[in-house]
């Protein structure tokens, strides 16, 4: 399974899948079963997503949930429109009518009062209250409710209840294997796997560090950024720098030691 599937006249997003996710996924839409997925940063989760929602020929909506995301941001509100006040369906509402594909990530970041709305939508009520209009929405076929979080950046303020958690089935993501993360970063960056063998290497070295001098490992989006500059032209340690080294890390003797690192690995 890849992206050169066409759906509709369009070729649905690449992903090259790891196990069986594609699987769980399909299932879980035919089953009209909300789905979670767990795993680091840049992982590939979001892809995973879109493709799967290409596959199956459904609309997707996509949440990038934060701090002040609160119910109401999903489900809607009243807003003054040309001297009226009208309500404007939020994203969530939207999917539930349509019969589209909601997708929430990092759905820990948001509001506690968020997972309250999803309570109702994955059991087998599969319904919507809306309280400010009073209505009371059954989802459409084909919505479906993906949500997803990294386990990493957990803490006792920020989990998901095991109530919440227990509603969905689960899958966990993991970085590629070396076998299959080195064709997707080349197709995705046109640089040729020769190249990108060593930024792959290089990576699993810096993964190996998480919990120690870093809070995350380099993630497969980094891997790529840094194959894309030297397709550009940049130099290798440059390019290394920039998109590996950096954005792990603010603190100057952590980056020297990466670097370092950088050289043993690359020479």
Same mark, same amino acid.
């Given at each position: 399974?890849?992206?050169?599937?066409?759906?509709?006249?369009?070729?649905?997003?690449?992903?090259?899948?790891?196990?069986?996710?594609?699987?769980?996924?399909?299932?879980?839409?035919?089953?009209?079963?909300?789905?979670?997925?767990?795993?680091?940063?840049?992982?590939?989760?979001?892809?995973?997503?879109?493709?799967?929602?290409?596959?199956?020929?459904?609309?997707?909506?996509?949440?990038?949930?934060?701090?002040?995301?609160?119910?109401?941001?999903?489900?809607?509100?009243?807003?003054?429109?040309?001297?009226?006040?009208?309500? /404007?369906?939020? *994203? =969530? %509402?939207?999917?539930? $009518?349509?019969?589209? @594909?909601?997708?929430?990530? +990092?759905?820990?970041? !948001?509001?506690?009062?968020?997972?309250? /709305?999803?309570? *109702? =939508? %994955?059991?087998?009520? $599969?319904?919507?209250? @809306?309280?400010?209009?009073? +209505?009371?929405?059954? !989802?459409?076929?084909?919505?479906?409710? /993906?949500?997803?979080?990294?386990?990493?950046?957990?803490?006792?303020?920020?989990?998901?209840?095991?109530?919440?958690?227990?509603?969905?089935?689960?899958?966990?993501?993991?970085?590629?294997?070396?076998?299959?993360?080195?064709?997707?970063?080349?197709?995705?960056?046109?640089?040729?796997?020769?190249?990108?063998?060593?930024?792959?290497?290089?990576?699993?070295?810096?993964?190996?560090?998480?919990?120690?001098?870093?809070?995350?490992?380099?993630?497969?989006?980094?891997?790529?950024?840094?194959?894309?500059?030297?397709?550009?032209?940049?130099?290798?340690?440059?390019?290394?720098?920039?998109?590996?080294?950096?954005?792990?890390?603010?603190?100057?003797?952590?980056?020297?030691?990466?670097?370092?690192?950088?050289?043993?690995?690359?020479?």
């Amino acid at each position: 399974m890849d992206g050169t599937l066409l759906i509709g006249g369009a070729q649905a997003p690449f992903y090259l899948p790891q196990g069986d996710e594609c699987d769980i996924f399909t299932a879980a839409f035919t089953n009209s079963l909300p789905l979670l997925l767990k795993g680091p940063t840049g992982c590939g989760k979001t892809r995973f997503v879109a493709h799967m929602a290409a596959r199956l020929g459904r609309p997707l909506h996509t949440v990038a949930c934060h701090d002040d995301l609160s119910a109401a941001d999903l489900i809607g509100r009243y807003l003054l429109k040309g001297g009226e006040t009208v309500w /404007v369906d939020g *994203p =969530l %509402t939207r999917a539930v $009518r349509e019969g589209a @594909i909601c997708y929430l990530d +990092e759905v820990v970041e !948001a509001r506690k009062d968020v997972a309250v /709305v999803l309570h *109702p =939508l %994955t059991d087998d009520r $599969r319904i919507l209250p @809306i309280d400010r209009t009073g +209505e009371e929405l059954s !989802a459409a076929p084909g919505f479906m409710l /993906v949500a997803s979080y990294n386990p990493g950046y957990q803490n006792i303020l920020k989990t998901l209840k095991p109530s919440t958690r227990q509603r969905f089935l689960s899958v966990e993501f993991t970085f590629p294997r070396p076998e299959h993360e080195i064709p997707v970063v080349a197709r995705e960056s046109g640089l040729d796997e020769d190249r990108v063998s060593l930024l792959v290497r290089l990576a699993g070295k810096l993964r190996g560090l998480k919990g120690q001098d870093l809070e995350e490992g380099v993630s497969t989006r980094l891997v790529v950024y840094a194959a894309t500059l030297i397709a550009g032209g940049m130099d290798l340690n440059r390019a290394i720098r920039a998109a590996m080294i950096e954005p792990l890390t603010d603190d100057a003797d952590t980056r020297k030691g990466l670097m370092d690192l950088v050289v043993a690995v690359a020479g």
